[in-house]
C-alpha cells in the first residue's frame, strides 16, 4: 500500500509556542490531504482538507487562524497549531488521498503525539 | 448531516467469533470502511463496501445493507493481537471525507 509519513512523531511543548507537524507522501503524490484529531478513547474527528496550491477547509468549530495548514507541494502538507495551550494536547493523524479509481483511498499516517505543558 | 454509532466497548474470548455492528445516518454515501486501530497507532485499513452484500477477507468479512443503513465487522477465530478499536466510517460522495464512528473497543481474552 501507499506509504504516508508524519514527522515529529510526538512533541512536548510549552504553553503558547507553536509547533509544527509534516505529513508526507512518499510513493504517490497526493492532491489532497486531510488532518484529523484524537482524544483519548475517542474516534478521529476531521479537522480540515488540505489541497494542494489552495486554502485548506476546515470542519465547522476548527479554528483556522490556531491551526495553521499548508499544501505548498503534491507530497507535502504542514499543520502548524500556533499558540499552543494544554487543550491542545491531541494525536493529530493526517491521511492523503490517492487519485481516483482506488478503493482504499485515503492512507494514514502514523500521527503526531502533542503534548503541551 | 451524519450519523454513525458504533458499541463502545466489546469483549470475546481467544478463538470465538465477534460481531462488531454500525448504523450510519448519512446525505450522501459512497461506501463504508472499517478500520483498525491499535493504542497510540494510525488506523490501518480493513476492508470496504459499497454495494450491497458480504466481503470476505481472510478472518475478518465485512456486510453492508445501505436500505437498512447498515454495516457489521465479523472476526471470526479471534486472537488475543486483534484486541484494538475498530472504526467505521463512512465516506462522502463528492468530498471523499471520511467520516468516523465512535469506534468499539474490542477485548480478547486468553
Known amino acids: 500500500g501507499a506509504v504516508v509519513s508524519q514527522h515529529p512523531s510526538r512533541v512536548i511543548c510549552k504553553s503558547g509556542t507553536s509547533v509544527k507537524i509534516e505529513c508526507r507522501s512518499l510513493?504517490?503524490?497526493?492532491?489532497?490531504m486531510f488532518w484529523y484529531r484524537q482524544f483519548p478513547k475517542q474516534s478521529l474527528m476531521l479537522m480540515a482538507t488540505?489541497?494542494?496550491?489552495?486554502?485548506?477547509?476546515?470542519e465547522q468549530g476548527v479554528e483556522k487562524d490556531k491551526f495553521l495548514i499548508n499544501h505548498a507541494s503534491l507530497t507535502l502538507s504542514t499543520l502548524t497549531v500556533t499558540s499552543a495551550h494544554p487543550e491542545d494536547s491531541s494525536f493529530y493523524i493526517c491521511?492523503?488521498?490517492?487519485?481516483?479509481?482506488?478503493?482504499?483511498?485515503?492512507?494514514f499516517g502514523p500521527g503526531t503525539r502533542l503534548l503541551v505543558l | 448531516g451524519q450519523n454513525i454509532d458504533q458499541p463502545t466497548e466489546m469483549t470475546a474470548t481467544e478463538g470465538a467469533i465477534v460481531q462488531i455492528n454500525c448504523t450510519y445516518q448519512?446525505?450522501?454515501?459512497?461506501?463504508l470502511f472499517w478500520y483498525q486501530q491499535h493504542a497510540g497507532e494510525a488506523p490501518t485499513f480493513l476492508s470496504y463496501?459499497?454495494?450491497?452484500g458480504l466481503e470476505e477477507k481472510g478472518r475478518f468479512s465485512s456486510f453492508l445493507s445501505r436500505s437498512k443503513g447498515y454495516s457489521y465487522l465479523l472476526l471470526k477465530e479471534l486472537q488475543m493481537k486483534d484486541s484494538a478499536s475498530y472504526l467505521c466510517?463512512?465516506?462522502?460522495?463528492?468530498?471523499?471525507?471520511?467520516?468516523f464512528g465512535t469506534g468499539t473497543r474490542l477485548q480478547v481474552f486468553p
Open positions: 488540505s489541497n494542494e496550491g489552495s486554502k485548506a477547509t476546515y
Open positions: 491521511s492523503a488521498r490517492l487519485p481516483r479509481g482506488g478503493l482504499e483511498t485515503q492512507y
Open positions: 466510517a463512512v465516506r462522502d460522495r463528492g468530498t471523499d471525507k471520511l467520516i
Open positions: 510513493d504517490f503524490q497526493a492532491t489532497t
Open positions: 463496501n459499497v454495494l450491497d
Open positions: 448519512t446525505s450522501g454515501f459512497n461506501g
